[in-house]
């Protein structure tokens, strides 16, 4: 019987992939066919992407021509269209060319599209990666039921300087976190697979390393090493990949001094050749014509050579290849055959996502409303923002407050904005009432409407005006509590936000001066983009939650947390420095020849004279209003060979009296290798939920891919040695310890 069931499995498993195989080739001869018909113009066509006339992301080319163009089969794709009446009336136009090829229509949809969740850099403090795929996935939903067919996320660049505006959009400074959020997107925003009328084309950027510009300043040059690079910068790409990404976008910068959309070691070689992608490869906003500022190209029409040469099959808003493609081919400047691998790759994409069987597939308004108006969006947007709220501070258990308190003062710049809690890159939905935005003053009053609330501005995010402090300092006085929200405007953060300080901006921490000098029970909420830095504040206050940017769900999520509907459970996705002259700092860093022994060493050992080493707050840091005990650690061998594994288990306990979640957090440190390894890496996790007094066994396994990096000669690998084990609630607060020797 079990020779016969395994039989009948072969069978099965031989005519599903003889099927696959067929589907493939079925769309490649149709991509081969449609190809031959094509005029060298119109393949430039394919390869030209325009925005659109209602919004713009970046400097606009005026171009009068853009609709003609389109009727003449000379564009391929647009961005910025919204809506269903839009993109249907520019598909009706492409729908007029010869060959009748349907646009694509891409955009920024990065936390959400009507329903907006917190900003990814929030989301990635969850570290719920179901969570964050259910959010790409409803932002999928609304997009595509909006005439969307792409969006230009998830950003998966690694970012260790929050001077960066664009740290916002990713998912943090860890190399192994980053690569599980990249990959957990993709798979939200495509879902099963491209064709799906509630998904969209995933995009992975940007390709590659524009997190470490230097200086955290944007769009500026990246010099690194290559192990630096294959080793912290390009997994979570591969990630993006290996989740069947469908498009990449190149980077703004340049990568030791080739920018990296004239870079064929980034497109040709890694990710179109030893990576094996088969999507195509978009610039970013004007970046092929942006190599003449760099000094890489003389004038537009070199830049068209050197970006079609390196693998760039789209371009975004330079018209570079629009005026200078056809005439390099015609010169025997660039090979056909190039061009032709580019238009193959985008045409494939609109055969797969079914825009050749119908394409107005995507502009339905019945289905635009529905979707737009499903109230499961909000409620998962709700439950998103709360899990990335972080606990940084609670002392004598101030928070969660009691619902019965009788008066609230609600202060801050933050109280009673509705678009700042969207945070940066939130599609601007011109006919939508904002109401649906939950303000953080609505959310308290949602939670305690018998309780009366106070309300005073105090001050704005900018400026030295501190006209508003004194009543601010006087609604405290007659409160029980205050509540305190301070932090970025929503554009103080994001691209083109680069700042030199971060500390909290304007007179905000005065206020925090005043009115805890007030004696009042005071909870700040922070609300921003990245890390900021707030000394004062960190030290003398006794309850804070960093709040992030949470979406139109905020002002509830925030008043769950705060009563303790919802238990605080995010960890720290990025380092809080304490100072700017800490950056860039991150937790994984090497240990040098003089380590410091302590903070107060400073004479002979890496360290600085006046400040110490440590970050504010650490890389996985997060507390939670019940407390977890770490027990039993347990190996099942001291001693491990590349082709076997270690079981790691322990025993975690909630020690406190309420419900809660714990990130268990598993580093490792090689101690000793032919090039000097990290003080410890983040290799595993696991986030649980436990009852009170419950507790739960976590097992982790340990195998050689967590063991391996790359060596001088980039050849990827274990080495025999000795490992340190280290388990913990943050990279700082490690519970329990072990070591073991690889064989």
């Not at 340990?702 to 040695?721: A, R």
Request: with cysteine; glycine share 8%; proline share 4%.
């Amino acid at each position: 019987m079990k020779k016969t069931a395994f039989s009948q499995f072969l069978i099965f498993f031989s005519f599903m992939s003889s099927t696959a195989f067929s589907l493939e080739r079925t769309i490649d001869q149709k991509v081969d066919a449609l190809l031959k018909q094509m005029t060298l113009e119109e393949k430039v066509g394919q390869l030209t992407q325009y925005t659109g006339d209602l919004a713009a992301t970046g400097p606009i080319t005026i171009n009068p021509n853009k609709q003609s163009e389109i009727r003449n089969g000379l564009v391929g794709s647009m961005l910025n269209v919204l809506g269903t009446r839009y993109t249907r009336q520019y598909q009706e136009l492409a729908m007029q060319s010869r060959l009748k090829i349907p646009l694509l229509f891409g955009l920024d949809v990065i936390h959400g599209y009507k329903t907006t969740f917190p900003i990814p850099l929030a989301e990635a403090a969850s570290w719920d990666l179901d969570a964050m795929e259910l959010s790409a996935r409803i932002s999928a939903a609304e997009a595509a039921a909006s005439g969307i067919h792409w969006t230009f996320a998830p950003m998966v660049d690694i970012a260790r300087d929050p001077r960066w505006g664009r740290v916002m959009e990713g998912a943090g400074e860890d190399t192994y976190l980053g690569s599980k959020i990249a990959f957990s997107r993709v798979r939200g925003f495509q879902g099963e697979k491209l064709g799906g009328i509630d998904s969209v084309m995933a995009c992975a950027k940007h390709f590659a390393a524009y997190g470490a510009a230097i200086g955290g300043r944007d769009y500026n040059s990246v010099d690194m090493s290559e192990r630096t690079l294959w080793e912290t910068y390009l997994p979570p790409f591969k990630a993006a990949v290996d989740a069947g990404a469908a498009t990449f976008m190149n980077s703004f910068n340049d990568l030791n001094g080739i920018p990296a959309t004239g870079n064929s070691y980034l497109q040709r070689d890694i990710l179109k050749g030893k990576w094996g992608f088969k999507g195509f490869v978009v610039s970013d906003w004007g970046s092929i014509g942006e190599m003449v500022s760099h000094g890489y190209a003389k004038d537009g029409k070199e830049a068209a050579l050197a970006a079609i040469a390196a693998g760039s099959d789209m371009d975004m808003e330079s018209n570079a290849y629009r005026n200078n493609l056809a005439q390099l081919v015609k010169e025997k400047k660039v090979p056909v055959k190039l061009v032709d691998d580019a238009v193959k790759r985008i045409l494939r994409k609109k055969f797969e996502l079914g825009l050749f069987d119908d394409p107005y597939r995507f502009s339905d308004p019945e289905r635009e409303q529905k979707a737009l108006n499903d109230p499961a969006h909000a409620l998962a947007a709700r439950e998103i923002a709360a899990k990335s709220i972080v606990l940084l501070k609670n002392e004598n258990n101030l928070l969660p407050l009691s619902k019965d308190i009788k008066t609230i003062a609600f202060i801050g710049p933050m109280v009673k904005p509705l678009r700042d809690n969207h945070g940066f890159w939130a599609v601007e939905l011109k006919d939508m009432d904002p109401g649906y935005i939950v303000s953080q003053w609505q959310g308290l009053q949602n939670k305690v409407g018998g309780a009366t609330l106070l309300y005073a501005k105090g001050c704005d995010f900018e400026g030295d005006n501190k006209d508003g402090f004194a009543e601010a300092v006087a609604a405290a006085g007659r409160a029980d509590a205050v509540i305190l929200s301070i932090g970025e405007r929503w554009n103080m953060s994001g691209e083109a936000k680069s700042r030199s300080s971060i500390h909290l901006p304007g007179v905000q921490e005065d206020l925090v001066k005043a009115i805890q000098a007030t004696g009042k029970p005071l909870v700040v909420l922070i609300n921003a983009g990245r890390p900021l830095i707030f000394n004062w504040t960190a030290d003398n206050v006794p309850a804070i939650l960093y709040t992030w940017w949470l979406g139109s769900q905020a002002g509830n999520a925030i008043a769950d947390v705060l009563f303790g509907d919802y238990n605080p459970s995010g960890k720290l996705p990025m380092t809080f420095p304490r100072e700017e002259g800490q950056l860039p700092i991150y937790y994984d860093h090497f240990n040098t020849g003089r380590p410091a022994p302590d903070e107060t060493a400073v004479n002979y050992v890496s360290a600085y004279i006046d400040l110490k080493n440590s970050p504010k707050f650490p890389f996985g840091y997060g507390l939670s209003y019940t407390t977890f005990q770490y027990s039993d650690l347990k190996l099942s061998g001291t001693e491990m060979k590349r082709d076997g594994n270690i079981e790691v288990s322990l025993n975690v306990t909630n020690t406190g009296k309420v419900a809660g979640e714990e990130v268990v957090q598993l580093y490792l440190r090689d101690k000793a290798g032919s090039v000097v390894r990290p003080v410890m890496q983040l290799k595993d996790f696991r986030k649980i939920k436990l009852a009170a007094g419950e507790t739960k066994p976590v097992k982790f396994i340990i195998d050689n891919s967590k063991l391996s990096f790359y060596n001088k000669n980039l050849e990827y690998g274990s080495e025999e040695g000795g490992f340190v084990l280290m388990i913990g609630s943050s990279s700082a607060d490690i519970r329990l310890k072990a070591e073991f020797e690889l064989k």
